[in-house]
């Protein structure tokens, strides 16, 4: 079914959203500090507001993709939110999303925070996610109309949690970039051909190590940091021994550095012979 939809932030990702509701038949209204930004989806039949107030007053959903949440406040501050929902795709902090959804229930709306787990290109194609949180009623209202930007997943009430989620998922590719970085500098350093490790190596061997990730899950879960694969101590020697050929092939292995100071921290705590697991208690406060 067609809807009513606003569109507030015109950068890369906020042209490709309003692109993807066009496309997928929705009345799009569009508004961006710079106004020509507009003009592409002006051009392919968007309505152009003259204000913030004027896009919120044209539709009962607000979409809201901007550089950070003060620009979003700084965008909405003299709009009248009264009874519409606000989704705002903006990236940011659980703590700031929770205070943008007491803000806008104190303006009268519903609201809901997106982490958007794609770049622009992939808007409205296979593999793009958006996370949603906050109001289950408005995600569910508004779903249909979500879900030609992404597959749309509702991840609580909490209005933290798709941006800490989506923070999770970024740490993941962060650890898995600094291995993959280091990695291809040992390799290099060797003269090897970096594509052909890449391809024919490094890729299936991250893809069976991904797949114990749930075994991961479960034992931190519980709690229960028994191995019968590698504990803590071998892991320890390991990365020692990791850390030495790098240096005598010439590369610095300070990506991976911080694991090995935390591995060495339980060790000597005396838990050399838990698994790997066992790390996360290292990390609460
Ligand atoms: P851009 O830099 O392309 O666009 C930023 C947008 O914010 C522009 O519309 C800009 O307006 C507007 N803006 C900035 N400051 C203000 C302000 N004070 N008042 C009004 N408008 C302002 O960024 P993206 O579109 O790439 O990113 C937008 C959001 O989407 C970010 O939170 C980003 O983290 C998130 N995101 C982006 C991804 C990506 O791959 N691009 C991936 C996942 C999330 P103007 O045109 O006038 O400068």
Redesign the pocket.
């Known amino acids: 079914m067609s809807e009513n939809i606003s569109v507030l932030?015109?950068?890369?990702?906020?042209s490709a959203l309003a692109e993807a509701l066009m496309a997928a038949g929705h009345r799009v209204t569009v508004w961006?500090?710079?106004p020509a930004?507009a003009d592409p989806l002006v051009a392919k039949g968007a309505a152009r507001a003259a204000t913030p107030a004027a896009a919120v007053e044209a539709s009962p959903l607000v979409i809201a993709?901007?550089?950070?949440y003060p620009?979003v406040y700084?965008?909405l501050k003299d709009t009248e939110l009264s009874g519409r929902v606000l989704a705002n795709?903006?990236?940011g902090r659980p703590a700031e999303a929770r205070e943008a959804a007491s803000w806008a229930a104190e303006q009268g709306a519903d609201y809901l925070d997106g982490g958007?787990m794609?770049?622009?290109q992939m808007i409205a194609n296979p593999g793009a996610l958006i996370l949603y949180s906050g109001s289950e009623p408005a995600f569910d209202r508004h779903e249909p109309a979500l879900a030609a930007l992404a597959d749309a997943r509702y991840v609580g009430a909490d209005p933290g949690m798709a941006p800490l989620l989506d923070l999770a998922m970024l740490t993941g590719m962060y650890g898995q970039m600094a291995g993959v970085l280091e990695a291809a500098a040992l390799v290099t350093s060797a003269k090897f051909p970096l594509t052909e490790f890449t391809t024919t190596l490094l890729i299936p061997w991250l893809n069976a190590m991904a797949a114990l990730a749930p075994v991961w899950a479960e034992k931190i879960e519980t709690g229960d940091h028994h191995t019968e694969v590698s504990n803590l101590e071998i892991n320890r020697v390991g990365l020692e021994n990791l850390a030495r050929a790098f240096r005598e092939q010439g590369v610095k292995p300070d990506l991976l550095l911080p694991m090995k100071t935390i591995i060495d921290q339980r060790t000597a705590r005396g838990l050399g012979h838990e698994g790997l697991s066992g790390l996360v208690e290292e990390l609460y406060n």
């Open positions: 932030g015109l950068g890369l990702m906020g961006n500090r710079t930004k993709c901007l550089l950070d620009s700084d965008v795709l903006t990236s958007i794609a770049v622009p």
